[in-house]
């Protein structure tokens, strides 16, 4: 008798989603001028559609599109007519901002869907649009944009991501600072200074200032499997014994790579280990002049 087979049941698929309230504001920037306090503040900005490609600005498309619309237009997503007047609702869409900006209560529910469909619509609208910046900053650097996202949970992310950053970062110091020769190696990336020259609390005080002024690029190289050799290229060119032009690492007339990582590459290749012998050959008799 053939054994029974059992069909497996499908995964559950996860939520890519926080169900609950969310609330977000969309502000104009503000433009000074000689008008009375009370007209400024009841004035009011629009944030009016956009064409791109010949093609109104569409924020969703395909399945979402027709999701979010389904009802809201005087035809079905089934029509053959969907897309004439898809196009044309966005068209005609229009955000109103006042002096205060506009609140979008942009949270999904269980399901995922808008707790507010209007706001859900004009957030994802305003977010795609070219004239607005995800954040004050990003709108005060661009005079092209007018109005920008003020999120604060955006804001407390950003934030939280920034300190989760600094503590593995200072993680990674601690690290180092058990291994003296590693502590160079890092420094010998990071500085533009002999590190030779230096003594260990020198080197360590510089480490400690780079991993605040630049925790992710301190983290990329104090976790680099690599660390050891690209100290080490450093020295060949600190050294003399390489020459860097550009990018270029040249040995005698030899071009080593054309980047530093090319150069690693040369290095660690087994069939040039006579040319890795020899630089450091020539590095210990610079050392020793």
């Not at 054994?3 to 104009?28: C, H, I, M, N, S």
């Not at 897309?83 to 966005?90: A, I, L, Q």
């Not at 002024?213 to 104090?222: S, T």
Request: glycine content about 6%; cysteine-free; aromatic content about 8%.
């Amino acid at each position: 008798m053939e054994a029974e087979k059992t069909q497996a049941k499908p995964a559950k698929k996860k939520k890519d989603f926080t169900p609950g309230t969310r609330k977000v504001y969309l502000r104009a920037r503000q433009v000074d001028n000689h008008l009375p306090e009370e007209l400024r503040a009841s004035a009011v900005t629009k944030l009016s559609s956009v064409f791109v490609n010949r093609q109104p600005l569409r924020p969703f498309t395909g399945e979402d599109e027709k999701r979010l619309l389904r009802g809201l237009l005087d035809v079905s997503p089934e029509s053959v007519e969907w897309d004439r007047h898809t196009r044309r609702f966005w068209a005609d869409f229009t955000v109103p901002v006042g002096f205060e900006g506009v609140e979008l209560e942009i949270g999904l529910d269980q399901k995922g869907f808008p707790l507010n469909i209007d706001h859900y619509l004009k957030y994802h609208f305003a977010i795609k649009h070219p004239r607005t910046g995800l954040t004050e900053d990003a709108m005060l650097k661009d005079q092209s944009k007018k109005f920008y996202i003020h999120d604060e949970a955006r804001k407390d992310k950003q934030r939280n991501n920034m300190i989760q950053l600094k503590k593995d970062a200072g993680a990674e110091f601690i690290k180092l600072s058990r291994d003296k020769e590693n502590m160079r190696r890092v420094y010998r990336i990071l500085g533009k200074m002999n590190a030779d020259t230096l003594t260990d609390e020198q080197i360590e005080n510089m480490l400690w200032d780079a991993k605040d002024a630049d925790p992710k690029e301190f983290i990329k190289i104090a976790r680099d499997k690599d660390l050891e050799m690209k100290a080490e290229i450093f020295e060949f060119v600190s050294g003399g014994v390489i020459r860097k032009i550009g990018n270029q690492h040249i040995y005698i007339d030899q071009v080593l790579g054309d980047t530093l990582d090319d150069t690693l590459i040369f290095l660690k290749d087994d069939r040039n280990s006579s040319t890795l012998l020899e630089l450091r050959a020539k590095l210990k008799t610079v050392g020793a002049g």
